[in-house]
């Protein structure tokens, strides 16, 4: 598999859900092995910047990147977009101190990097591979990651809501289901906490037009739930952006109970903290994509014998 970047230069405006002001992001095509590259505007210029876990400063209302005096909001939408299209390399220039939250789901940015279109280039692709298995729990609510061809999550949340309760998605990583089944989904908050919010001064973005909002009882948007397992499938594209903090995709399965952007973070560092024990760089070249199709042959044979 090759590395990939976007085709052309695209740029959208929306509003940011802190700041509640227009925001101008514009995406560009990037040479191979750049990855993904904020270019962001301070006092001091033009600065550059990797997502690491390690510059996860905030992850209240959601997962902020801070480098000096640089920071960056509301990224996990737009990570988890560029890495489950598959693209490896691009640049993104942020004209203010958020990713604007458009809807609350990543539709609009996967739509957008469709427009831009996806072009593959000459390098093979990078991933970390798991070598064995790593869990992280805090409080009763845990990640856990094995060894594993390709990305798997199995997420489960409980929540003591009678439109939410216990939910659980299993998600096989594709360009197309993510599209299909997760860039959809909205983020939630409930009224009294975006009340609390408001009177703060924070959120000043968030209506029903940017998110799904429940009382104590009903989801309170006319036009309802767009899956009726909305919550979990946007806590996994939460968690999709939440490990994109890192220099390559990781091809691992995860199962996870009920964390949210501060866990996915801890997780990620404690894991990047000890990458040389867990880690290992693979590049996807068709060489291992024969020795997948011949071990998929083999138990497949494998399991005619046995019948
Ligand atoms: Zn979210």
New binding site residues.
Partial sequence: MKQKTIKKAVHYTGIGLHSGSQIKVEFSPAKENTGIVFSLHGEHGNVFIKPDAAMVSDTML?TTLECDEYSIATV??LLATIRSLDVDNITITVHGKEIPIMD?SAAPLAYLLREAGIQKQAKNKKVYRLKKAFRFELDGKYIEAKPNDGLVIDYTIDFAHPCIGKQQYLYEASPAAFEKDIAKAR?FGFLEQVEHLRSNGLALGGSLETAIVLDKFAVLNAEGLRYKDEFVR?KI??FL?DIAVSAYPIHAKFTVFASGHHINNLFMRALLENADEYLEVVELNDERINVNAKKQQKNFAGNLASI
Avoid: I, N, V
């Fill in positions: 959601a996990e939408h609350g983020t946007h594209l939460d952006g």
